[in-house]
């Protein structure tokens, strides 16, 4: 386990990229090479970071990175990790990095198809709850009640629960992550570069662009997500389901706080009645009693 | 040593593969490909080939795992059909844009609907703009010879394209036939070990494949372009070079039969070249000065050998196993493009034949041949396009 202190100083997503201000993923991107080093090959479909990278001939990305079609990632990271392996090449971690359209839509089959045939990578979902490049359309990500371009008076059906299709490939490792808690995440990371097979981080990455809030809110807003039971910090490995901190106080109702904090705080919920506020309450409390029940040595 | 072995074009396809020294495999069925990737499976489980196979789940991923594995540094193989080539499509322009010289059986197979297994080259013309090289084969040994051969090209600093080495479901790739396998000594030698342009490496940590603005994008097609062109005149060498080591040539961009007095020329692709010979054979016993030209490599297009080929005949007759609705078949579209704008044109006549596996024997082929010689001598093409033995 890293503390803050022991981050490495090097920097490999670099000055000058292309994120918009505040945004939520780029700071994970950050926090990901932090953990992982520069020997990374980061896969990359069509995606926010087909931008923040940078056009030809520049790139603000320190490590090898290989654009690919949008729904498949996870495939070519296949073909990367089965060349290294003809090669004989270790000691070199192959990341898909994927947008929420990217991983739970579009792209779903073929990261299905890696996790079955277990393939040694870290698949890493960056979720800012909309297809954002395209200037923020609904997926199977965004929430229920959410505004998008495509859904204008707010969407009318829930977010997928991605983290658990993946754990139902029996993965040896499923994780959630929010860059608000950016210690939580590089630890996670570095666990699961020692595992070997496939291993899936999710992560909920504020989008002050999309989200409709200022930008100087995104870590707020990823803290009041997790400080409300929205979103649940925790780890599936080998199955065994494992809240992490801080969500593993959060159990108790009475410590979330409510998540008419979180809405209220983003434009994209501005349509929301009370009705719909009390209906995502009732829906977290029901996924809290679900986490409490898989926190108790159940298996996923 | 080299061996002779009796077997089906896919199976040969799959030997192919394995002498090449293919290193990644991602392989998903579809008839009639399917025995290629499970040929490549046997050997890779036996240990008598030493490659990764991915077992994907699409087409789409087998292309896509093909890009990754041959951007990071390795031989990549695969091989598909019809509905599976069309559903590659945006990973072929993926494979060629990156500049990896990769290499895919096309198995030739009808597109749906209703469904139809058997031949046709509408799978593979329908991808005639995705930058791949594409060769087109006539016997299973000129499918194990083009897939060593296609490697040696595709690797070629001035080329770094992929390739598509096409056969025909069904008549090829279910056929046995008597195949020469070289000795592999003799192969390693004449394809030393993978080479590409660039590669995914933490050392030269480049982003590959990033955003090109309208300031950079042109430039790259052209280079795509380019290097077709030198596909063109690297084809014939390495054609030559094969055969004087191995014993087999196929007459680089075109295998011209009987063309040198001919005064009408028959032009077709992959095994109906074959029967066209034996049409040929048979007209010229009746005296008639009939040629076959065999178009082996669709694209870099032989425009300048199609050029040279009109300067001599009188008449042209192309034969599609594909139609480009709307217009005509594509050998009859690229042939009268390589010769507008020069004098003293030969007729041109396009006939449309063995769609959907429809037999396409050299009985067929010399009802086209009468029918163009007839028109040749009255000085004009009856109909720009004729589909052949279609039912009222």
């Not at chain 2, 080299?2 to 074009?9: G, N, P, Q, W």
């Not at chain 2, 030493?50 to 990071?72: F, K, L, P, Q, T």
């Not at chain 2, 770094?160 to 479901?169: R, T």
């Not at chain 2, 961009?253 to 040198?260: G, P, R, S, T």
Request: aromatic share 10%; net charge neutral.
């Amino acid at each position: 386990m890293v503390t803050i202190k022991e981050l490495p100083q090097e920097e490999y997503l670099l000055k000058g990229h292309a994120a918009c201000a505040g945004c939520g993923p780029s700071i994970a991107l950050r926090l990901l090479f932090k953990a992982l080093g520069k020997n990374v090959i980061l896969v990359v479909p069509a995606c926010c970071t087909s931008i923040i990278q940078g056009p030809y001939p520049y790139t603000s990305i320190g490590v090898p990175l290989q654009n690919i079609l949008f729904e498949s990632t996870a495939a070519a990271a296949s073909g990367i990790v089965a060349a290294l392996q003809q090669k004989k090449l270790e000691g070199v971690t192959v990341v898909g990095w994927a947008g929420d359209g990217g991983t739970v839509d579009i792209g779903i089959q073929a990261l299905s198809g890696a996790a079955e045939r277990e393939t040694d990578f870290i698949y890493i979902c960056y979720d800012n709850e909309a297809y954002g490049n395209t200037g923020m359309q609904r997926s199977g990500a965004t929430p229920y009640g959410a505004w998008t371009t495509t859904t204008p008076t707010g969407k009318r059906e829930r977010k997928k629960n991605m983290p658990f299709i993946m754990a139902a490939h029996r993965i040896p490792y499923v994780a959630t992550a929010c860059p608000s808690y950016p210690i939580d995440f590089v630890n996670k990371l570095k666990k699961a570069k020692e595992i070997r097979g496939t291993k899936y981080i999710h992560i909920l990455a504020p989008c002050p662009t999309g989200w409709r809030y200022t930008t100087e809110k995104t870590v707020e807003l990823g803290k009041l997500a997790v400080q409300t039971g929205l979103w649940a910090l925790y780890e599936i490995e080998y199955g065994k389901f494992k809240l992490n901190s801080p969500s593993d106080r959060l159990v108790d109702k009475a410590k979330r706080k409510p998540v008419k904090e979180y809405l209220a705080l983003q434009g994209r919920f501005r349509n929301l009645t009370e009705e719909d506020i009390a209906k995502i309450q009732k829906w977290v409390d029901e996924d809290w009693e679900r986490y409490r029940k898989l926190a108790s040595n159940y298996l996923l | 040593m080299a061996k002779v072995i009796i077997d089906t074009a896919n199976h040969i396809a799959g030997y192919g593969a394995k002498a090449a020294r293919v290193q990644v495999v991602p392989a998903y069925p579809i008839t009639p490909q399917t025995t290629i990737v499970e040929k490549i499976a046997e050997f890779v489980e036996k240990g008598e080939m030493d490659a990764e196979y991915i077992r994907v789940e699409s087409e789409h991923s087998a292309m896509v795992a093909c890009i990754g594995a041959a951007a990071a540094g390795v031989r990549a193989f695969t091989a598909t059909s019809a509905h599976g080539l069309a559903l590659m499509h945006e990973a072929l322009h993926w494979a060629s844009g990156s500049r990896l010289p990769i290499v895919m059986a096309v198995v030739n197979r009808a597109m749906g609907p209703g469904w139809n297994i058997w031949p046709d080259f509408s799978d593979s013309l329908s991808q005639r703009d995705t930058g791949w090289i594409q060769f087109y084969c006539a016997d299973n040994q000129e499918v194990f010879d083009t897939i060593i051969q296609a490697y040696k090209l595709c690797e070629n600093e001035e080329v770094f394209l992929p390739a598509m080495v096409c056969l025909e479901g069904f008549i090829l790739s279910h056929t046995y036939m008597p195949v020469k396998i070289p000795d592999q000594r003799e192969i390693d030698d004449f394809l030393p070990p993978y080479n590409s342009g660039w590669i995914l490496d933490v050392d030269r940590p480049y982003s590959h494949a990033n955003l090109v603005s309208p300031d950079f994008y042109m430039e790259f097609r052209y280079m795509i372009q380019e290097a077709m062109e030198s596909a063109k005149q690297l084809i014939p060498r390495i054609d030559k070079e094969y055969g004087e080591r191995f014993g087999f040539e196929y007459g680089g961009l075109i295998e011209k039969y009987q063309c040198e007095d001919a005064d009408l020329v028959l032009v077709t692709m992959g095994t109906m070249g074959s029967e066209a010979k034996i049409t040929v054979d048979n007209l010229r016993r009746d005296g008639l000065k009939v040629g076959s030209a065999r178009v082996r490599v669709y694209r870099p297009f032989p425009r300048e050998e199609i050029q040279k080929l009109a300067e001599q005949v009188q008449m042209i007759a192309t034969i599609d196993r594909h139609i480009s609705f709307g217009m005509e078949g594509f050998l009859a579209t690229e042939i009268q493009a390589s010769l507008y704008n020069r004098g003293d044109l030969p007729l041109v006549a396009g006939f449309i034949a063995g769609l959907g596996g429809r037999d396409v024997t050299f009985k067929t082929i010399e009802k086209i041949a009468k029918k163009s010689l007839k028109w040749m001598r009255e000085g004009g093409v009856e109909k720009i396009t004729e589909w052949v033995d279609l039912k009222e």
